[in-house]
């Protein structure tokens, strides 16, 4: 069970890596790793269980959180239709994008950043993915709204990239171009 002391946090350098593709079949190691990425943010969503374990809320969780540099991230949420959006996707990409964009009015937060960091963080408002199930199979989804920030957001960081490097450090509030805020 992924617990927070198992997740890594702002300034180690394995947060700054690009994870590794995965090839397939994963190793027992790797699907466990999966499976425990989604059991922890399906955990930290239930009351008690967070309560009990002290866990942090989270939608998305990327493996280089927890401190393993492979190309897979977990996601749950539920879309603004009330549909719960819940995968491990594996050697995930996006494919194509809206020119549209969005941000959170919120801002976004992360598991391993533990301020608050104010400001907007512009994202493709639509975007087509590919990914890889667990099992190897391909899958193309399309997202919009807070599923297609949270995969974007979950995509950085297998690459490296953390949330407020794309805020304006300027201006974080500054208007975002061809953008349709998302009030969460
Ligand atoms: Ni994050």
Not at 37 to 59: C, H, T, V
Not at 117 to 135: C, E, N
Not at 145 to 150: K, Y
């Amino acid at each position: 069970m992924i617990l927070m002391k198992d997740i890594v946090r702002e300034g180690d350098p394995v947060l700054r890596t690009r994870a590794e593709e995965l090839t397939f079949p994963l190793t027992p190691e790797d699907r466990q790793l999966a499976d425990d990425m989604l059991q922890y943010l399906i955990n930290s969503q239930n009351p008690e269980i967070a309560e009990k374990y002290n866990l942090r809320g989270g939608i998305g969780l990327a493996a280089n959180q927890v401190n393993s540099l492979k190309r897979m991230f977990a996601l749950h949420l539920e879309d603004e239709k009330g549909e719960l959006i819940s995968f491990v996707a594996v050697n995930p990409r996006i494919v194509s994008h809206s020119v549209e964009q969005t941000y959170l009015t919120s801002g976004e937060g992360c598991l391993s950043v533990d301020r608050a960091i104010p400001g907007y963080v512009p994202r493709y408002a639509r975007i087509t993915a590919k990914f890889h199930t667990v099992d190897g199979e391909e899958k193309k989804m399309r997202l919009n709204g807070l599923s297609a920030i949270a995969f974007q957001h979950e995509l950085d960081h297998l690459n490296g990239v953390m949330f407020f490097d794309r805020i304006n450090d300027k201006e974080p509030f500054a208007e975002i171009e061809n953008a349709t805020p998302y009030e969460r």
